[in-house]
Nanobody, 122 residues
Framework: QVQLVESGGGLVQAGESLRLSCAASGNIVSTNVMGWYRQAPGNQRELVATITSGGVTNYAGSVKGRFTISRDNAKNTVYLHMNSLEPEDTAVYYC????????????????WGQGTQVTVSS
């Protein structure tokens, strides 16, 4: 099976930076898209940023210019560099792997990490 393990969350003050990491493990042949989503209390889960295996990125308007997503295909790892954090960025951040091709199973599958808390104080 595939596991996504996130790290890097924490408590910071407004204006500071954090880097989230998400490593996928398992019999993975390839992953089409990796991304980050977040969910604040009382809100639905929302897209933060995604990146394809070819490096094409997509960002939510609220984070564009402040956050940068990157990935290391060889390590099946995706990163989210978050700068100029704001209290509104406070949420649980979830890693997603979309259309994962496995070595010993047909088809493609989607996976989620367990989430990591990011709290930004004002």
């Amino acid at each position: 099976q595939v596991q996504l393990v996130e790290s890097g969350g924490g408590l910071v003050q407004a204006g500071e930076s954090l880097r989230l990491s998400c490593a996928a493990s398992g019999n993975i042949v390839s992953t089409n898209v990796m991304g980050w989503y977040r969910q604040a209390p009382g809100n639905q889960r929302e897209l933060v940023a995604t990146i394809t295996s070819g490096g094409v990125t997509n960002y939510a308007g609220s984070v564009k210019g402040r956050f940068t997503i990157s990935r290391d295909n060889a390590k099946n790892t995706v990163y989210l560099h978050m700068n100029s954090l704001e209290p509104e960025d406070t949420a649980v951040y979830y890693c997603n792997a979309f259309k994962v091709v496995l070595a010993y199973a047909p088809g493609a599958y989607d996976y989620w990490g367990q989430g990591t808390q990011v709290t930004v104080s004002s």
